[in-house]
C-alpha cells in the first residue's frame, strides 16, 4: 500500500522568503504526484501533478516541485511566498496500475503554511 | 472551465439520521471519487466509480452506500448517523481511468449532531 509523509506539520515563513515543503511518498509501482492545496474552508486546488518526463514541475501561483525517485520526494518549493499563500498544502500520491481502474489518492497529513509579514 | 458540483453545500443532521450528498462530475468525466477529510485530517479515499460500477474501495463504513447515475452524476447515501461522520465529504472527478488528474469539487460540511 501506498503512504504520504509531509514531515512538518506547520512551518512559518516570512514574506518575501523561500519556501520548501517536503514529501516522502512509499510506493512499490511507478507512482504518480501530486501537490494540492487547501484554504480554510474551502476544497482542494491542484497546484501541479508529476507523472513522468522532466523531473521538474511548475505550477501554478508560482510553485514548482522537483521529483527525486532516489529519495522518494516530491518536495514543493516556492522563491518567493506572498501572504495569499498561508493555507494547508498536501502531497498526494496515486497509482499507475497496468490494470487500469479508478484507485483513490493517498494523502500526506498536511503542512500547515504561515506567513509572518 | 465547469468544475465539480456539490450539493448540498452544508448539511446538519441528528445522530441516527441519514443524508444524502451529491456530487455532478465535471462534463465528459466518466470516473468519481468521494473523500471524507476530519476536523484538521487530510482527505481519506471512500470509494470510486467508473463508467456507473464501482472501481475501488477505501475506508468507507458499512453504513455509507454510493452508486453512480446513467448521467455519470453520484450520491453517497449515510445511514445511521454518528457524531463521528462530522466531516467534510469531497467529490473528484476524472476522465477515464488512467493516467489523469482528479479535480475536486468544493465539498459538504456534514455536522452531525
Known amino acids: 500500500a501506498q503512504s504520504v509523509t509531509q514531515p512538518d506539520i506547520h512551518i512559518t515563513v516570512s514574506e518575501g522568503a523561500s519556501l520548501e515543503l517536503r514529501c516522502n511518498y512509499s510506493?512499490?509501482?511507478?507512482?504518480?504526484l501530486f501537490w494540492y492545496v487547501q484554504s480554510p474552508g474551502q476544497g482542494l486546488q491542484l497546484l501541479l501533478k508529476?507523472?513522468?518526463?522532466?523531473?521538474l514541475v511548475q505550477g501554478i501561483k508560482g510553485f514548482e516541485a522537483e521529483f527525486k525517485r532516489s529519495q522518494s520526494s516530491f518536495n514543493l518549493r516556492k522563491p518567493s511566498v506572498h501572504w495569499s499563500d498561508a493555507a494547508e498544502y498536501f502531497c498526494?500520491?496515486?497509482?499507475?496500475?497496468?490494470?487500469?481502474?479508478?484507485?483513490?489518492?493517498?494523502f500526506g497529513k498536511g503542512t500547515h503554511l504561515i506567513i509572518q509579514p | 472551465a465547469a468544475g465539480v458540483i456539490q450539493s448540498p453545500r452544508h448539511l446538519i443532521k441528528e445522530k441516527r439520521e441519514t443524508a444524502t450528498l451529491k456530487c455532478y462530475p465535471i462534463?465528459?468525466?466518466?470516473?468519481v471519487y468521494w473523500y471524507q477529510q476530519g476536523p484538521g485530517q487530510d482527505p481519506q479515499f471512500l470509494i470510486s466509480f467508473y463508467e456507473k460500477m464501482q472501481s475501488d474501495k477505501g475506508s468507507i463504513p458499512d453504513r455509507f452506500s454510493a452508486q453512480q447515475f446513467s448521467d455519470y452524476h453520484s450520491e453517497l447515501n449515510m445511514s445511521s448517523l454518528e457524531l463521528g461522520d462530522s466531516a467534510l465529504y469531497f467529490c473528484?472527478?476524472?476522465?477515464?481511468?488512467?493516467?489523469?488528474?482528479?479535480?475536486f469539487g468544493p465539498g459538504t460540511r456534514l455536522l452531525v449532531l
Open positions: 473528484a472527478s476524472r476522465a477515464g481511468t488512467g493516467i489523469e488528474t482528479q479535480y
Open positions: 508529476y507523472f513522468s518526463g522532466d523531473t
Open positions: 498526494a500520491v496515486g497509482a499507475v496500475e497496468s490494470g487500469g481502474g479508478a484507485d483513490g489518492l493517498t
Open positions: 462534463p465528459r468525466h466518466d470516473t
Open positions: 510506493y512499490g509501482a511507478t507512482p504518480y
